[in-house]
């Protein structure tokens, strides 16, 4: 009886990881084919004024897509960790600016700490603004499923999502491994 509830517990446990994993497979390669109004690039760690790896792929996607659409509005999203000397969406806004894009296209919100407040935050930022915006965010491609939850959660709308590329090897596998939790957690607390 003992060994027939342990195996369905694992069967159990792995179902609640791998069906969750499937959905964020499958949207791991999103495109914005038009033109929305502002843009949301999603925060990630930054060396002093220098974005990580991980974070210049989503700021060249912004940069990418302003080339296209140069009247698009950027929101660059993130604070300042205890870790880092300068808040992500200033390091953000900087990287932007070098690249090509207009200052005067860019909001900066730079209290968010997570994923939730990333869209929240940004999100007050729009609330005098007019009715029935074409939101779009860039996030690296791992998150594209739970972020778009958040963002169409938060918006109240469905968000167009335009993905990134990911660390290649071993960095990019464990954001892969970890993103079923993280969902399970944006799923039922961040509300």
């Given at each position: 009886m003992i060994k027939k509830i342990v195996l369905i517990i694992f069967?159990?446990?792995?179902l609640l990881y791998f069906v969750p994993f499937g959905f964020i497979y499958a949207n791991k390669d999103k495109t914005i084919d038009s033109k929305v109004d502002y843009l949301?690039?999603?925060g990630a760690k930054v060396k002093e004024d220098v974005p990580t790896a991980m974070l210049q792929y989503r700021l060249d996607e912004a940069v990418n897509y302003y080339n296209d659409y140069s009247d698009v509005t950027i929101i660059v999203t993130g604070g300042q960790g205890i870790d880092e000397s300068y808040s992500e969406a200033e390091v953000m806004k900087s990287y932007l600016i070098e690249h090509g894009v207009a200052e005067h296209q860019i909001i900066k919100?730079?209290?968010s700490t997570s994923t939730f407040e990333n869209f929240k935050f940004a999100q007050e930022m729009l609330d005098s603004e007019e009715n029935n915006l074409e939101i779009g965010f860039i996030t690296n491609n791992f998150h594209v499923f739970r972020a778009k939850m958040i963002c169409n959660r938060v918006f109240k709308q469905d968000c167009q999502a335009l993905s990134a590329k990911?660390?290649?090897g071993i960095l990019?596998?464990?954001?892969?491994?970890r993103e079923p939790i993280?969902?399970?957690k944006s799923?039922?607390?961040d509300k």
């Open positions: 069967v159990v446990a792995v949301i690039v999603l919100e730079d209290k990911n660390y290649p990019g596998l464990s954001s892969w491994l993280a969902f399970y799923y039922f607390m």
